[in-house]
């Protein structure tokens, strides 16, 4: 195997083996899992995703519009402006819940960061949508009665809609604050997840005002439409967040059997139970974790698997970079353990070419590990890059040699520190290491200065951006 130290490429060595409208049409992405290998996988691209949701924020955009009487008195301008953007942000609500509600066909084909990525950009949207309904309606109605600001909130908030408005307004507020990067540095996961929790309810309560209002109660065909919207929205949350994760914790049966160290601050655990293979995990992929002990059983934790799975056994291998991932480390076996999942959408329905480039850097190389070994690939078409400080920093490394060995392919280390004059990652020496890189699909995974760095780096090399697959969660 090769270890790339400053400007020398070391040799690869090894031959041979030869490897051998959006809310209705969800539900049919399976419970926990599309197939692998036992049907064609129902996935939602990203492009059918965004085109979904822009053609359902035009249908409401039309509702409005047929709705609207043109007038120029300075309080049906105001209020048709509330309509329209309570409007827009009651349907936001439901897009951003449904991002989150882990089907599936969505999690599989969009991805799990690009759905997060979208959910904070659009939370912020929503957010300003309901300011503005909030600051519009106020203004229309005191246009309307001729009486101030002050005065015309207190009048409104006398009627049960538009309080429940407001305090759905409050539990928005609450969870989007407790987004901001500074306020999320200062709290728990579980207190901002607790935080999240209450958009259900500002969820519930902005729909039992719309209801009531002039635009969604105009008419019972209306009001169908957006019940049953909301309905479907609602059924999906709450099978794939509750159901499906209680039914496979009492189909699995899951329980921790082993804790080994891998380097001084990575672990692997492992993992058995009953009938794992109907999880159907495609490599790549990763799974939200339990684990049923102290100071752990409340937080759910994604970890990619870093073997595929084998006679009821899964593993994963965790680097001890917070508290509950150091915590990780202390399980004993016997522990019981809850899994959701699988989901990511870096898995080898990506691949488009022959030939394939794994690039990983720090514990990131644990889904290119599986990837490495089950990727359909002829001597010399698959190759592994493992990014790292130092050798003792390297984890798998007899695994993957012995992978690399018995499938002819390639497998460079890169070490070195990230500030060093030389840089492994730099479009020449990547180059060097892969001579037709520009003919490889690249799957990358790695912390994320490492991967915006290295996809810099492969699209300058000439590797088109579509035929690099990574999934980042550092946003």
């Known amino acids: 195997m090769g270890e790339l130290r400053g400007p020398a490429v070391g040799e690869v060595r090894g031959a041979a083996v030869g490897g051998g409208a959006v809310a209705a049409g969800l539900a049919g992405g399976g419970a926990g899992g599309d197939s692998c290998g036992g049907g064609r996988a129902v996935r939602v691209l990203p492009r059918v995703m965004r085109r979904g949701i822009l053609a359902g924020a035009?249908?409401?955009?039309?509702?409005?519009?047929t709705q609207a009487e043109p007038s120029a008195r300075l309080d049906v301008l105001f209020a048709s402006g509330a309509h329209l953007s309570g409007l827009?942000?009651?349907?936001?609500?439901?897009?951003?819940?449904?991002?989150?509600?882990?089907?599936?066909?969505?999690?599989?084909?969009?991805?799990?960061?690009?759905?997060?990525?979208?959910?904070?950009?659009?939370?912020?949207?929503?957010l300003m949508l309901v300011g503005a309904h909030l600051v519009l309606a106020l203004c229309a109605y005191a246009a309307y009665t001729g009486t101030d600001l002050l005065r015309s909130a207190g009048r409104l908030l006398g009627y049960g809609g538009i309080l429940a408005a407001a305090v759905g307004t409050l539990a928005f507020?609450?969870?989007?604050?407790?987004?901001?990067?500074?306020a999320r540095a200062r709290i728990s996961q579980e207190t901002w997840r607790a935080l999240h929790f209450l958009t259900y309810l500002g969820a519930g309560l902005a729909f039992a005002?719309?209801?009531?209002?002039?635009?969604?109660?105009?008419?019972?065909?209306?009001?169908?439409?957006?019940?049953?919207?909301?309905?479907?929205?609602?059924?999906?949350?709450?099978?794939?967040?509750?159901?499906?994760?209680?039914?496979?914790?009492?189909?699995?049966?899951?329980?921790v059997v082993e804790v080994r160290d891998e380097s001084p601050d990575v672990v692997s655990v492992?993992?058995?139970?009953?009938?794992?293979?109907?999880?159907?995990?495609?490599?790549?992929?990763?799974?939200?974790?339990?684990?049923l002990r102290r100071r752990?059983?409340?937080?759910?934790?994604?970890?990619?698997?870093?073997?595929?799975?084998?006679?009821?056994?899964?593993?994963?291998?965790?680097?001890?970079?917070?508290?509950?991932?150091?915590?990780?480390?202390?399980?004993?076996?016997?522990?019981?353990?809850?899994?959701?999942?699988?989901?990511?959408?870096?898995?080898?329905?990506?691949?488009?070419?022959?030939?394939?480039?794994?690039?990983?850097?720090?514990?990131?190389?644990?889904?290119?590990?599986?990837?490495?070994?089950?990727l359909p690939a002829e001597p010399g078409d698959l190759t592994l890059l493992y990014r790292a400080g130092n050798a003792a920093q390297l984890v798998l490394r007899e695994e993957l040699e012995a992978i690399a060995a018995a499938r002819g392919a390639g497998l460079h280390y890169l070490l070195g520190p990230s500030d060093a004059s030389f840089d492994p990652l730099a479009p020449?020496?990547?180059?060097?290491?892969?001579?037709?890189?520009?003919?490889?699909?690249?799957?990358l995974c790695g912390p994320g200065a490492m991967a915006h760095?290295?996809?810099?780096?492969?699209i300058r090399a000439g590797v088109p951006e579509e035929h690099i697959h990574t999934e980042q969660f550092s946003f």
């Open 88 to 126: 827009l942000a009651g349907y936001g609500i439901l897009v951003m819940l449904l991002l989150m509600a882990r089907v599936p066909a969505v999690e599989h084909g969009v991805g799990a960061d690009r759905l997060a990525r979208w959910h904070a950009r659009g939370g912020r949207y929503v």
């Open 428 to 443: 020449q020496a990547l180059r060097n290491l892969v001579p037709d890189l520009a003919a490889h699909d690249v799957f």
């Open 58 to 65: 035009g249908a409401v955009g039309l509702l409005w519009g």
């Open 296 to 374: 752990l059983w409340h937080t759910s934790l994604p970890f990619s698997l870093s073997a595929p799975v084998r006679d009821d056994t899964v593993r994963i291998t965790v680097k001890a970079l917070g508290v509950h991932s150091r915590r990780v480390r202390r399980l004993r076996p016997g522990t019981r353990v809850l899994a959701t999942g699988p989901f990511g959408a870096m898995t080898p329905h990506r691949r488009t070419r022959r030939k394939v480039l794994l690039l990983a850097g720090g514990v990131g190389i644990t889904p290119m590990r599986v990837l490495f070994e089950t």
């Open 173 to 182: 507020a609450a969870a989007g604050v407790s987004s901001v990067r500074a």
């Open 209 to 255: 005002h719309q209801l009531v209002g002039p635009d969604v109660a105009g008419g019972p065909l209306t009001v169908w439409a957006w019940a049953m919207l909301h309905a479907s929205v609602a059924v999906l949350i709450v099978w794939y967040r509750g159901v499906v994760p209680v039914r496979q914790a009492l189909r699995h049966g899951l329980y």
């Open 270 to 291: 492992v993992m058995r139970g009953t009938g794992l293979d109907a999880l159907r995990a495609e490599p790549g992929q990763f799974l939200r974790w339990r684990f």
């Open 453 to 458: 760095a290295a996809t810099a780096s492969l």
